[in-house]
C-alpha cells in the first residue's frame, strides 16, 4: 500500500526535522484511515496519541515519546541528576500539553562504559524525584552501552478524560491565547553555551536550571481540561509550536510579542536577543493554550491557585484555508503586533528550533 | 524514598548490562510496591508491562520498549528496508513472548545528516511492510539528527487477554520447555562479521535474513494463550533467557542441548560452535515456553497449523529457593544433559550476551 507513494519524495531533499516528520506522518495518517481498529482515539499528529482506556467512564490513555541525545539535546557537562530530571520533564511535558495525568513511564538508556554506578544512581535519583511527584511508575524499558556518549529514550503514559483532553486542532475564532511561566531563558543559557556571546556567572546560575530542571506544567494541564480549546508545550519554539495549534485548527493569529512573558535576566538583553529567544528559542516546556474570552477570569483564578505566571498574548482571528504547499510557511498564519502596531519578522531568523540543523 | 538506598551499590562497579537494570529494577520495584496505582497489572519483570484496558472482557494492553543502535545492534552495512524491518520485530518480538496482539507503535529515529530522503522512505517501507502484516499503527514518536550513525527507538503496544497473558514467572515444574524455530543462526553469522573466523558466501547469504530479518512469533504466541504457563523472547541466548523463567517462576530445569533445533548450516559447524550459537548466541528471536505435558498434542498440532517447528528440550525438575546473591548464577538454575548424560557447561563461554561487554 504504502511502497509506491510519491508524496513529498521531490522537494525533501536534504533532510530537515519538519519534512522528516511529515514524511512519516504521510504513511501513518494513510495506515490511520485505512485500519479498522476503533480502540484508537488520536494518532500521530499532537502532543499524544489517545487510545481507549475506560469508555464507559471517558478515560483515555495518552502515551508519547522523547529521544534525548547528549550533545544535541544536552550538554556533557550536565549532572546526572539534573539529565534524569530533564529526561523525564520533557515527556511529561507532553502530558501536561494534554491535559493528561501521568501514571507510567518506560525508560530506554545508552550509557558509555565509563560511566559507573554512581553516576547511574544519581541520574535515577534525578528522574525518581521527578517521577515520585507525580506518582508515575517505571515499567520497563531497555539498556545498552553506547559508544557515542548518554542516550535516552522515554516513553510516558498519562490517562485523560476524552471528552476535555486538550487537541492541537480545537481552536476556534476569538479564543485568546495564552502562555505559562516565562519564555526565552533556556535559549538565552544555549546562546552563552554555543559562544554566540558571554553571560556573566550570576547570570548562567540563574539560568541554568531554567534550562535543566525544567517544570512540566501537569497541574496546570489538568486544570484546563473543559476550560482551553487547544494547547501545545513549547518545546521548539512559540512559533513553531503555536503554528502547529494554527495549521491543524484551520486559523490564523495575532502575537503581540511586546505581550510575552520574559523573566527579569532575559529583559537585560537589547530587544533583538528578547525577541529570538522568545520567539524561535526552544526547551521552554511552558504551555501555550487557547481559550474562550468568557474563561478569562477562569483562567486568573488558576493563575492564582496553582502560582504559576499566565499571560494573555494574542488572538485567535480568523479562519485560513490552508492552500500553501511551502514547509517553511509557518509565518502566514501569524499577525505580528508589537505596541498595537502590526510589523513584520524576518522569517529565517525566527524560523524555530530543528532538530536536523 | 529512594535516595539513601543502598542496594547492590557495593558489588556492581563497573557496570555490566544485568547489574545495571537490576539496579533500576529495585527503584522500580519499590515505586511499584508503595504504588496506589491500580491500573498496572505488571511492572518491570517481564518482556511487556501490562496494564488495564477493559476490565469486563479481561483485556489488558503490553508494552515493551527495545533500542537499537548502529555498530551495537545492527551493522553500518545493513540496508534501510532490513534495518525497518528488524527495528520494528525485536520489539513485536516482545508482544509475541505475551501472547499479546500488536495494535500500535512509536517511532523514535535519529539519523545523521548524510541520509537522504531515499534511505528514510526505504527504511519506513522496511517498517511498515511488517506492521500492515500485523495491523501495528504507527501514533507517535521523535525524531532528531545523530552525530553517530542510526539510533532507533521504538515502543510497542499490543492487547491481550489478562487471564492467560504469558508470564515469565508461571512456569511449573513437570512443564516440558519448548523452543520454535532454529536457534543460533544469527549467532553464527555475527562470528564472521566480528572476524572470529570466516564463512563462505553461500553461508552468509543463507545466514543474512536470520540475522536482518527476524520473524516475531506473533501467531505462535497467541497460540499459546491457555496452553502454555510461561514464556519468553530468546533475544541474548537460550541460558540467559530462560534463566529468567527459572529464576522468576523458582524452579530448576533439565535442559537437552543435543535437541536444540539447529538449521542445516550450523550443524555443519564443529560441535562447540553448535553449543556457543544455540545455548549463549542471542538475536534469535525465536520463543521459549514452557507447556504442561498434558499439552503435548496440542503443541504438535500447533506445530502444524502455523507450520513453525516446534522442539521440546528439556522440562522443568524442582522448586528452587533463590538464595543465591551472585549476579551470574544463571547456570545454578539448569542442568545440561547431552544424550542422556549430565554434563558440564564451563559458565564463562556460555554467559550469553551482555549489551555492556
Not at 25 to 33: L, N, P
Not at 82 to 111: E, I
Not at 122 to 140: D, E, P, T, V
Not at 289 to 308: A, M, Y
Request: charged share 20%.
Amino acid at each position: 500500500m504504502t511502497s509506491n507513494n510519491p508524496l513529498f519524495i521531490n522537494h525533501l531533499n536534504p533532510l530537515s526535522e519538519f519534512s522528516f516528520i511529515q514524511y512519516i506522518r504521510a504513511f501513518a495518517e494513510q495506515q490511520f484511515a485505512s485500519a479498522s481498529e476503533t480502540s484508537l482515539l488520536l494518532g500521530i499528529n499532537d502532543d499524544c496519541a489517545l487510545f481507549d482506556y475506560d469508555k464507559t467512564q471517558h478515560k483515555a490513555w495518552a502515551i508519547s515519546k522523547d529521544l534525548l541525545l547528549e550533545g544535541r539535546h544536552f550538554f556533557k557537562d550536565i549532572t546526572p541528576q539534573h539529565l534524569g530530571h530533564k529526561a523525564l520533564a520533557v515527556n511529561l511535558s507532553d502530558l501536561a500539553a494534554m491535559g493528561a495525568t501521568p501514571r507510567f513511564f518506560l525508560l530506554g538508556l545508552a550509557l558509555p562504559s565509563m560511566h559507573n554506578i554512581e553516576w547511574l544512581k544519581n541520574f535515577m535519583q534525578g528522574i525518581f524525584a521527578l517521577a515520585q511527584k507525580h506518582g508515575c511508575i517505571l515499567i520497563g524499558g531497555d539498556t545498552t552501552k553506547s559508544e557515542h556518549g548518554v542516550q535516552i529514550s522515554i516513553t510516558v503514559i498519562g490517562e485523560v478524560d476524552t471528552r476535555y483532553a486538550l487537541k492541537r486542532n480545537q481552536a476556534q475564532i476569538g479564543d485568546d491565547i495564552w502562555i505559562s511561566g516565562t519564555l526565552g531563558d533556556a535559549r538565552l543559557l544555549l546562546g552563552h553555551k554555543y559562544q554566540e556571546y558571554a553571560l556573566e556567572n550570576h547570570a548562567i546560575e540563574q539560568l541554568t536550571p531554567k534550562l535543566e530542571l525544567p517544570t512540566p506544567r501537569i497541574e496546570l494541564g489538568q486544570k484546563l481540561l473543559n476550560i482551553a480549546h487547544a494547547a501545545i508545550d513549547i518545546s521548539d519554539g512559540l512559533i513553531g509550536d503555536l503554528s502547529h495549534i494554527l495549521k491543524q485548527s484551520n486559523v490564523k493569529a495575532e502575537l503581540h510579542i511586546d505581550k510575552i512573558p520574559r523573566s527579569s535576566i532575559l529583559l537585560q538583553q537589547n530587544i533583538d536577543m528578547q525577541k529570538l529567544c522568545t520567539l524561535a528559542g526552544g526547551d521552554d516546556y511552558e504551555l501555550c493554550f487557547t481559550v474562550p474570552t468568557k474563561n478569562f477570569d477562569t483562567i486568573l483564578d488558576i493563575e492564582k491557585e496553582l502560582g504559576i505566571p499566565l499571560h494573555c498574548v494574542g488572538k485567535i482571528i480568523s479562519s485560513e484555508k490552508n492552500t500553501s504547499t511551502n514547509l517553511n510557511d509557518t509565518h502566514n498564519y501569524i499577525d505580528y503586533f508589537e505596541y498595537n502596531q502590526k510589523i513584520q519578522l524576518d522569517a529565517n531568523t525566527f524560523k524555530g528550533f530543528d532538530h536536523f540543523n
